[in-house]
C-alpha cells in the first residue's frame, strides 16, 4: 500500500511544499550568483529593500501550491 495514502493532507502538503522550497530558493540563488556578477548581484536582484519582500512570498505561494498539489496528487489520485 502506498505510504502516503495513511498520511495526512497537511503532513503531506507541508513535506512536499518544504522540499521545494528549499530546492527552488538555492537553485534560483545560485542561478542568480552566476548571471548577476557574483553575490552582490544576486542580493541586488533578490534581497535589496524594495524586492526581497516579493521574493519571499512569492517562494513562499509557489511551494504552497506545489505541496498542495502534490499532495492531492498522491493522497487522492495515484494509486
Excluded at 26 to 48: D, L
Excluded at 50 to 61: A, G, N
Amino acid at each position: 500500500m502506498n505510504t502516503y495514502k495513511n498520511s495526512s493532507f497537511l503532513k503531506l502538503t507541508i513535506r512536499f511544499g518544504l522540499v521545494f522550497l528549499v530546492v527552488v530558493t538555492s537553485i534560483k540563488i545560485i542561478f542568480s550568483i552566476f548571471t548577476n556578477g557574483g553575490i552582490s548581484g544576486m542580493v541586488a536582484q533578490y534581497f535589496s529593500a524594495s524586492t526581497w519582500e516579493q521574493f519571499v512570498r512569492m517562494q513562499l505561494l509557489m511551494s504552497a501550491l506545489y505541496g498542495a498539489l502534490m499532495a492531492g496528487y498522491y493522497k487522492f489520485i495515484k494509486k
